[in-house]
């Protein structure tokens, strides 16, 4: 059973960059076949998916945040992360981590994924 646990802090302002971790037990994120990706859900609108990273380093990101987001890793602490630049009010959102056995670029659909973490949310001042 793989496990998953977002963390980072709760409130961020507006410019600067939003910073999370997804902290994986159960499995590694070397894993063949394995992707992890981050989604958020703003308040009141559906799931947006943000990025993937796969089994091999390889991301591939959303194209409407492609050029604020970074997603990386460290495998020694079996840990992925998110970086999110320049934000604003309207990244306020709940951020979730979830893994999948295989890419589910741009996919949204909770079922389509295997393992979630359990959200973090993520409040922009102004």
């Known amino acids: 059973q793989v496990q998953l646990q977002e963390s980072g802090p709760g409130l961020v302002k507006s410019s600067q960059t939003l910073s999370l971790i997804c902290t994986v037990s159960g499995d590694s994120i070397t894993t063949s076949h394995l992707a992890w990706s981050w989604l958020r859900q703003p308040p009141g609108k559906g799931l947006e998916w943000m990025g993937v990273?796969?089994?091999?380093?390889?991301?591939y990101y959303n194209s409407s945040l492609k050029s604020r987001t970074s997603i990386s890793r460290d495998t020694s602490k079996n840990q992925f992360f998110l970086q999110l630049s320049s934000v604003t009010p309207e990244d306020t959102a709940v951020y979730y981590c979830?893994?999948?056995?295989?890419?589910?670029?741009?996919?949204?659909?909770?079922?389509?994924?295997?393992?979630w973490g359990q959200g973090t949310q993520v409040t922009v001042s102004s």
């Open positions: 990273l796969a089994y091999d380093g390889s991301t």
């Open positions: 979830a893994c999948a056995d295989g890419l589910r670029t741009g996919v949204t659909d909770r079922e389509k994924y295997d393992f």
